[in-house]
């Protein structure tokens, strides 16, 4: 597989060209953070883009013409290419082709970069409209952490710490699409204590988070914590009985039921006109 790492005085991390995609983080003394794509969930930290989510029936329908689209879209299926490779950095970029305008219709430029820096690892995604028309688009990260964090904790002693207040409600999913309405949320201030029955409903969607970063911890563990530009909606999902959970910025979100329209009209989507861009930014930082 091709891959690069790059490293910093705390941080070590490994990028695959294969969806652009985070493989391995660890700290100064070689601890492993993320997932290891296990066969409970096969992926590590998958980038979403052109969609985060799904769409009703997995159908894009623009101007008369209906193409498949899977859920999260196809970036995490292609293999990028490298633009810059340093000791610290690295910087890979996915383009339109033949291929994905037959399934995707536009034009686009989407790159993605990783920077190390002392304890932390910063990644930088950018689509950019290199075509005629408007661009409908979206982009997430879908990074996965152990679950616990270290051997002999478990995992009910975990917390997600927000940066702030989170008293709105949340979004759940109905067989992948968002469902009408919002339910009460189960933060109680900045603080959510983790457990796996928070999930047995999919995945916790705030759609409009007060917080622009979240710390995830336990007593006696190392943590992380992850902090977000950008990027309008966080995701939160683990698979029951699997040892991970993802921690998910994203501009963007999965269709509403009963949205079956054309897609630059999905709610949720940024609209980027001919020869413009938009960037997102989130950074990782290991807590010791």
Request: overall charge neutral; some cysteine.
């Amino acid at each position: 597989m091709d891959q690069h790492a790059i490293a910093a005085a705390r941080i070590a991390a490994r990028i695959a060209a294969d969806g652009a995609e985070l493989q391995s983080l660890r700290d100064g003394t070689g601890r492993e953070f993320l997932w290891q794509a296990l066969p409970a969930w096969p992926r590590h930290a998958p980038v979403l883009f052109p969609i985060v989510g799904q769409l009703a029936g997995d159908t894009l329908r623009h101007r008369g013409t209906v193409t498949t689209m899977g859920r999260h879209g196809f970036a995490r299926e292609r293999r990028f290419t490298w633009l810059e490779r340093t000791p610290r950095a690295c910087r890979l970029v996915l383009a339109d082709d033949d291929w994905t305008r037959a399934r995707y219709p536009f034009a686009f430029r989407f790159e993605v970069a990783y920077t190390a820096e002392a304890d932390a690892l910063t990644t930088t995604y950018t689509i950019a409209n290199t075509g005629p028309e408007p661009l409908p688009a979206s982009m997430g990260a879908h990074p996965a952490f152990r679950w616990p964090l270290a051997e002999g904790i478990g995992k009910d002693s975990h917390i997600l710490e927000f940066s702030a207040p989170e008293p709105a409600p949340v979004r759940r999913l109905d067989a992948g699409l968002l469902r009408p309405g919002a339910l009460p949320s189960p933060i109680a201030g900045r603080t959510l204590r983790l457990t796996e029955s928070l999930f047995a409903d999919d995945a916790l969607i705030l759609d409009r988070p007060a917080s622009n970063s979240v710390r995830f911890f336990a007593p006696g563990a190392p943590g992380i914590e992850l902090s977000w530009h950008g990027f309008s909606e966080l995701g939160l999902w683990m698979k029951p009985g699997a040892d991970f959970l993802c921690i998910e910025p994203w501009a963007g979100y999965a269709s509403p039921v009963g949205f079956d329209g054309e897609f630059a009209e999905k709610p949720g989507l940024l609209l980027i006109p001919p020869g413009e861009q938009r960037a997102a930014t989130h950074r990782i930082r290991l807590l010791a």
